[in-house]
């Protein structure tokens, strides 16, 4: 059965408005019956935001025909934004790729090659690279590296497919794995994980509800992750206060209760101006940050912040780089402990610090540079900071607007040092939330955390200057957390539990961990995104793996997306449709000599395997085999591997030993119990269980998705259910499995009293789940993950500034205007700044994400804008990815607007002046603003 669009628009008219806010963000489930004949019904999950919500899809003869939400679902309620609707057309698109392809050297064409071709071809051209390339040695030591190939993953695969691709590249020796992620806005989880402990925001997304206050910083949900609208919603007719801080006034902003227009990239100057304001009139909770933060520790003495230059201790003028972090850390007493002003009064202590290095973050500043008046800000500090003293919790928002800008780390860092000067974080109604456009964007950080990091944030070795791990020994020591604390869980004190488990899960368990550590890569300190954008200029790698990846989008560099990529003599990309990564070799293929193979790949509700949303639930997708006839990752990786075996094995070859003796692994579900780990046998419950023996776990944050003879990512395991009552507290954990340990607020035991009862009992009666795998971790401070057990304000791991600064890079370092303003008001729609080198004028970043609705005909996204399609209409016919093949030279002049019509190219497009090329920028990714 075919739908017709007119048939297709009226199944889906069942649209009905957020209640109360008037605007038609969601649709609501279907009631009763569906109007349409079909013979099966899917619950899948939307791929469209790492929301992860609950789609059900009803197929005729293995066709999905059509979908609606999940009323089952117990985060969404059967509800759905307007982006899940275009699945179905995705999947039915003639643009969905379905066969392996080739594109030889200098070739202008795709030509189609059988699957066991590629596999063969893929394995040989490894094969050669790995043999010419290998380092044995460096720096005097083994570190068993190949710098030559390269892997970058987008977040529309399987935890089981990322898994089993970061363990496939493991086994090679390929030391530079990362995401698109982290190309495109750093490392957001790497600063939760060092303030916080867990590379995960605290509170799960529905937790919305609980909110008193809502911030959002340059977010547009209501374009991008309509749920969210929802639950803004649902904690407005409880009361709360909705306050939107963006550069433009969107469809997100018309339910809010205040607007404050920002200029461009001047966020962090606003959130300083906040912090200030709360600790210059004591707004703040202090005995929340005396017992969990480390709000009284004394900084080292020699720590210093210079205003006049901006520049922190062990700054390095000669490499403009801090070289010498040691004073990044804390006053030590006799026991190694740091030393603590628990009355929060010491001059040197990290809160008084912070109170200096903020004080000229004034309302005249936020007035000068953000152009925001004061008294709107100070209305608004107001409410931010008087939230403590009436018991009101606060809740952040953060979009692509503040995340993508180039100090989006201290941007987050903000944020946090807000939200745990309130007493926020670990409560409900406390979160902090970033509005992800990809699907399993938080896996995505949880299996490839950092370019050297492993899964479950467990650093790869290091081999350089600076530290030597020679052995297992060595590298378990240097990486175990120490702590004096009684009060402390201290849970990577357990690092060679952790870590001996995951090599198990790499490589076996015939041999032992301190054999097999000789096989894992060691890389060198460092590496960040800016250092892989060089290296593809610089022609260091020779292969390279891109898994259903748009990084293209994001990079910056001094060559063109297209032209770096044609640096590469080999590429391997699985995507679902062709983009600007898949062909950039048609902007000059006579010039490019760089082969392709492309592997068809599916979309991730059609994939079987395992998914986690942005509140770390981890769920099936709920497939039906026939609707997934492509290979995925798992299948490919294992293929490839099983190739290499034949021809290492049939001859010699650079390091064969890893790839000969690791298992090929072909199912996915063999991984998905790797994943959740074992002992002898016996199924883990939780990472408390791992040690340093026996145990195997692929994610030690995963540990124990699978017990007994339920599967915890399907049934609701016996644990009471909470509920949503009239003030909106939410505890639930059916239809899924919320890592850790099933615990769905992280750091919660802040909330409750030894009774394990919140402290609040007469706005929430429910207790409350504290236990985080632990019997006996009641009485424990609240943050296991990290050595004090408390949460910390200064980021000592940061590569910039260890607390939040802000500097005017683009006008400091570019010299010209780059912020249209006319009266006020903003003439660019949607501005979003990033640059992964801060050194570089890099001035403009806007355009599409690689999000998989620029391939729908009825939904095409511009700048995060969604534009209903008809026929009729002769403008919107946009949208492919272009690869930006004639930017480069081009730049918009202040304050012009570009008209699209019927244009596949940029060059195609219609400005309202002139285009021109500042000489001094680098390189410019055009910023395009649709003019209605």
Not at 381 to 391: L, M
Not at 458 to 473: G, M, N, Q, W
Not at 629 to 641: K, S
Request: with cysteine.
């Amino acid at each position: 059965m075919k739908l017709t669009r007119k048939e297709f628009l009226k199944l889906s008219a069942g649209a009905a408005v957020t209640a109360g806010s008037g605007i038609p963000f969601l649709t609501s489930c279907s009631s009763g019956k569906t109007a349409v004949e079909h013979d099966r019904v899917n619950s899948v999950l939307c791929p469209f935001c790492a929301a992860g919500c609950s789609v059900l899809v009803y197929s005729l003869e293995g066709n999905p025909i059509f979908i609606t939400g999940d009323k089952k679902d117990p985060a969404t309620g059967g509800y759905l934004c307007s982006r899940a609707f275009s699945l179905i057309e995705l999947y039915r698109s003639k643009d969905r790729l379905k066969k392996v392809q080739y594109r030889a050297p200098f070739s202008g064409r795709w030509e189609f090659i059988s699957y066991e071709d590629a596999v063969s071809r893929i394995s040989a051209k490894i094969k050669k690279t790995r043999d010419e390339s290998f380092i044995y040695n460096a720096n005097g030591v083994e570190v068993n590296r190949i710098e030559s190939i390269t892997a970058v993953a987008g977040a529309n695969l399987t935890n089981e497919e990322l898994f089993s691709f970061t363990r496939f590249c493991r086994i090679l020796g390929i030391a530079d794995v990362g995401t698109d992620h982290l190309i495109k806005s750093g490392s957001k989880n790497r600063i939760l994980q060092n303030l916080l402990g867990y590379g995960a925001e605290p509170n799960p997304v529905i937790d919305i509800i609980n909110s008193n206050i809502i911030i959002m910083l340059g977010a547009d949900p209501a374009e991008d992750a309509g749920i969210y609208m929802h639950y803004i919603d649902r904690a407005k007719q409880r009361g709360a206060e909705f306050i939107n801080i963006d550069i433009l006034f969107t469809k997100s902003a018309v339910p809010g209760d205040h607007f404050v227009q920002i200029k461009p990239a001047t966020d962090l100057v606003f959130l300083n101006a906040v912090i200030h304001f709360i600790l210059n009139n004591d707004l703040f909770d202090r005995d929340y940050a005396s017992r969990y933060t480390e709000a009284g520790n004394i900084l080292h003495r020699e720590f210093f912040f210079n205003k006049v230059s901006g520049l922190f201790s062990g700054f390095n003028l000669s490499t403009s780089e801090y070289t010498d972090k040691s004073s990044w850390s804390y006053e030590l007493d006799k026991r190694g402990n740091p030393q603590i002003d628990e009355e929060l009064r010491d001059s040197h202590s990290v809160l008084s610090i912070l109170k200096n290095i903020t004080s000229d973050y004034s309302p005249a500043a936020v007035r000068d540079i953000c152009g925001i008046d004061p008294e709107q800000f100070l209305k608004i500090a107001e409410i931010i900071g008087g939230s403590f003293s009436k018991n009101k919790k606060v809740s952040f928002i953060l979009g692509s607007g503040v995340l993508d800008q180039n100090q989006s780390d201290s941007i987050m860092h903000a944020v946090l040092i807000i939200q745990l000067l309130l007493g926020n974080i670990g409560t409900p109604g406390g979160g902090v939330y970033s509005v992800e456009k990809y699907g399993n964007f938080q896996s995505l950080n949880d299996f490839i955390p950092d370019w050297s990091s492993l899964p479950g944030n467990i650093p790869l070795p290091v081999a350089d200057e600076i530290r030597k791990d020679l052995s297992y020994k060595a590298y378990a020591y240097n990486n175990r957390s120490v702590t004096n604390f009684e009060d402390s869980v201290n849970y990577y004190s357990e690092f060679e539990n952790i870590s001996s488990s995951l090599l198990r899960a790499f490589y076996g368990t015939d041999l032992e961990v301190e054999h097999v550590y000789k096989w894992l890569p060691k890389s060198g300190s460092g590496f960040d995104s800016s250092k892989f954008i060089s290296s593809l200029e610089n022609l260091k790698y020779k292969g390279a793996f891109f898994l259903n990846s748009g990084f293209d989008a994001f990079i910056n560099g001094s060559l063109p997306p297209e032209k770096l990529l044609s640096n590469l003599e080999w590429a391997v990309v699985t995507s679902c449709f062709n983009s600007g990564l898949t062909e950039f070799w048609k902007t000059d293929y006579e010039k490019c000599g760089t082969e392709v193979f492309l592997f068809p790949s599916e979309m991730l509700p059609w994939k079987k395997g395992t998914v986690t949303n942005i509140s770390r639930k981890i769920r099936k997708t709920g497939l039906d085999s026939d609707l997934s006839p492509l290979p995925d990752a798992v299948n490919i990786f294992a293929d490839i591997h099983d190739a290499l075996k034949s021809v290492y094995s049939a001859g010699e070859g650079a390091f064969p030993e890893p790839v000969n003796m690791s298992a090929v692994i072909k199912s996915s579900e063999r991984i998905l119990e790797l994943i959740s780990g074992y002992d002898n046998d016996k199924k883990l419950t939780s990472g408390f269980e791992l040690n340093a023996e026996s145990s195997i776990s692929g994610n030690h944050l995963y540990s124990g998705i699978i017990q007994g003879s339920k599967n915890k990512l399907t049934d609701y395991s016996g644990r009471k259910s909470g509920k949503i009552n009239g003030t909106g507290f939410f505890l639930d954990n059916r239809n899924g499995y919320t890592w850790p340990c099933n615990t769905v607020y992280l750091y919660n035991k802040i909330s409750v009293d030894k009774g394990l009862t919140h402290y609040n009992a007469d706005i929430h009666d429910t207790k409350y789940d504290v236990t985080d795998g632990l019997e006996n971790g009641v009485d424990k401070n609240p943050f296991i993950m990290t050595s004090s057990g408390k949460a910390s304000l200064l980021f000592m791991n940061s590569a910039y500034t260890p607390f939040p600064v802000y500097y005017d890079f683009i006008r400091q370092k570019s010299g010209i205007t780059v912020f249209p303003f006319r009266n006020g008001k903003v003439r660019r729609l949607n501005y979003v700044f990033r640059s992964s080198n801060i050194q570089l004028p890099v001035v403009f970043i806007n355009r599409s994400d690689g999000c998989l609705l620029n391939q729908s005909k009825m939904f095409l996204q511009i700048n995060g804008s969604n534009l209903l399609y008809t026929e009729n209409e002769d403008v919107f016919t946009f949208f492919k990815e272009t690869g930006f093949r004639t930017v480069k030279e081009k730049m918009l002049s202040d304050g012009e607007y570009i008209i699209l019509k019927n244009s596949t190219e940029i060059s195609d497009l219609i400005a309202n002046g002139s285009l021109n090329m500042q000489s001094r920028t680098k390189h410019i990714i055009l910023n395009i603003t649709v003019k209605s």
